[in-house]
């Protein structure tokens, strides 16, 4: 099946600094994906969309220049999470899809569980 | 737009009973997919189910069932002889098939197996 990688799992970090995380499609080219924020017992709230090579949608209220989301290549997007505070501590979640798959089904990272100090 | 309702915060079940999670929702598209997803408490998101709106036929995988009822706008997971493994929270969710949309995602429902 289709296989979506997070990197790193988890991650602390002080408030003001800068935080990277990774999400790869393994074995396929995922034409979509998809950014993830959860806080805790919540639902998964979309922050944004991004298409390889082009500039990523946001949804309402997720500002862009805090959450740097880049997708440089059809397996790779990354989302930095910039001068983090410690309201951003949450659970992020990434997905990937390919545009052909009859119902477009996304499939999920394991996530990256992040502490801002 | 679109919306997800599921009513239930929590469902306790015993080993080996069948459960019946609920979910709702609306929208305006004729085309579209409604979706089961799994999350345990490690966070990974665990497709369980798929139905599409033209789909005449309920959608089953292995021990899981949706019940997908087109005019009440309802899609219920069911799940059959249940294990102490699918305690987890569980979350429905929908996308319109018309253009390229997201998926919209309902507030989850906490199942707990006992023994």
């Known amino acids: 099946g289709a296989v979506v990688s997070q990197h790193p799992s988890w991650v602390i970090c002080k408030s003001g600094t800068s935080v990277k995380i990774e999400c790869r499609s393994l074995?396929?080219?995922?034409?979509?994906m998809f950014w993830y924020r959860q806080f805790p017992k919540q639902s998964l709230m979309l922050m944004a969309t991004s298409n390889e090579g082009s500039k990523a949608t946001y949804e309402q209220g997720v500002e862009k220049d805090k959450f740097l989301i880049n997708h440089a290549s059809l397996t790779l997007s990354t989302l930095t999470v910039t001068s983090a505070h410690p309201e951003d501590s949450s659970f992020y979640i990434c997905?990937?899809?390919?545009?052909?798959?009859?119902?477009?089904?996304?499939?999920f990272g394991p996530g990256t569980r992040l502490t801002v100090l | 737009a679109q919306k997800i309702t599921q009513t239930q915060p929590g469902m306790f079940v015993q080993e080996k009973e069948a459960v019946t999670l609920d979910c709702t929702y609306d929208t305006s598209d004729q085309s579209y997919g409604l979706f089961w997803y799994k999350q345990p408490s490690s966070g990974e998101m665990i497709f369980l189910i798929y139905q599409g709106s033209y789909d005449e036929q309920n959608a089953t995988e292995g021990r899981y069932s949706l019940n997908f009822q087109k005019a009440r706008k309802s899609a219920n997971l069911v799940i059959s002889a249940s294990q102490l493994g699918d305690s987890a929270m569980y979350f429905c969710a929908m996308r319109s098939n018309s253009g390229y949309s997201t998926l919209t995602f309902g507030k989850g429902t906490m199942l707990l197996v006992s023994p």
């Open positions: 074995d396929f080219q995922a034409t979509t």
């Open positions: 997905s990937a899809s390919v545009r052909l798959v009859v119902f477009g089904e996304q499939f």
